[in-house]
T-cell receptor
Framework: DSGVTQTPKHLITATGQRVTLRCSPR?????VYWYQQSLDQGLQFLIQ???????AKGNILERFSAQQFPDLHSELNLSSLELGDSALYFC??????????????FGEGSWLTVV | SQQGEEDPQALSIQEGENATMNCSYK?????LQWYRQNSGRGLVHLIL?????REKHSGRLRVTLDTSKKSSSLLITASRAADTASYFC???????????FGKGITLSVRP
């Protein structure tokens, strides 16, 4: 158990809909990262928040947004869903703001299926 | 885009044998990390090696890094059926917070 908690574990939704994925980082970790894992794209970095502020942005679509709340939990919002958004979405956390020497701990992921 | 490219894509060995997996990357790195993923599960951090290190051990794991060849290898000694999983290398360049993952190697250890 990494200490990173993600909900829901699985969800199925229709195209055009909106979903919210939730993540609680490990106790004491200030950074939260979101990654997408799909068969064709592999593991892709989406976005990072550090202590409530957006820190780094990756290949995140404009239809997707994220935020980190004062209690450090984070949400990833996916809207106008398309079939191609079906993937495993991971949240990860680390203590510091950067990667230098920091180990990143991953949650178990949220399986999203868009039908 | 993928930074790391693991080799081979799939590996099948007998329990007790050693498994060697390779990763090559394209640009300069700060750290290289190896992760394991059991089918449909989360990523488990195995080991981190910094760009100024050449070799690192952790239990049955040995990681080497050759920055001149932009490559790393992960050796699992005395493999067990429980080592069956996908293994990913991931790099960061120190300039930002992004980990760039390879496509992964599927390791099957036959009992």
């Amino acid at each position: 158990d990494s200490g990173v908690t993600q909900t829901p574990k699985h969800l199925i939704t229709a195209t055009g809909q909106r979903v919210t994925l939730r993540c609680s980082p490990r106790s004491g970790d200030l950074s939260v990262y979101w990654y997408q894992q799909s068969l064709d794209q592999g593991l892709q970095f989406l976005i990072q928040y550090y202590n409530g502020e957006e820190r780094a942005k990756g290949n995140i679509l404009e239809r997707f947004s994220a935020q980190q709340f004062p209690d450090l939990h984070s949400e990833l919002n996916l809207s106008s869903l398309e079939l191609g958004d079906s993937a495993l979405y991971f949240c990860a956390s680390s203590v510091g703001s950067g990667l230098s020497g920091n180990t990143i701990y991953f949650g178990e992921g949220s399986w999203l299926t868009v039908v | 885009s993928q930074q790391g490219e693991e080799d081979p894509q799939a590996l099948s060995i007998q329990e007790g044998e050693n498994a060697t997996m390779n990763c090559s990357y394209k640009t300069s790195i700060n750290n290289l990390q190896w992760y394991r993923q059991n089918s449909g599960r989360g990523l488990v951090h195995l080991i981190l090696i910094r760009s100024n290190e050449r070799e690192k051990h952790s239990g049955r794991l040995r990681v080497t890094l050759d920055t001149s060849k932009k490559s790393s290898s992960l050796l699992i000694t005395a493999s067990r059926a429980a080592d069956t999983a996908s293994y990913f290398c991931a790099t960061d360049d120190g300039a930002n917070s992004k980990l760039t993952f390879g496509k992964g190697i599927t390791l099957s250890v036959r009992p």
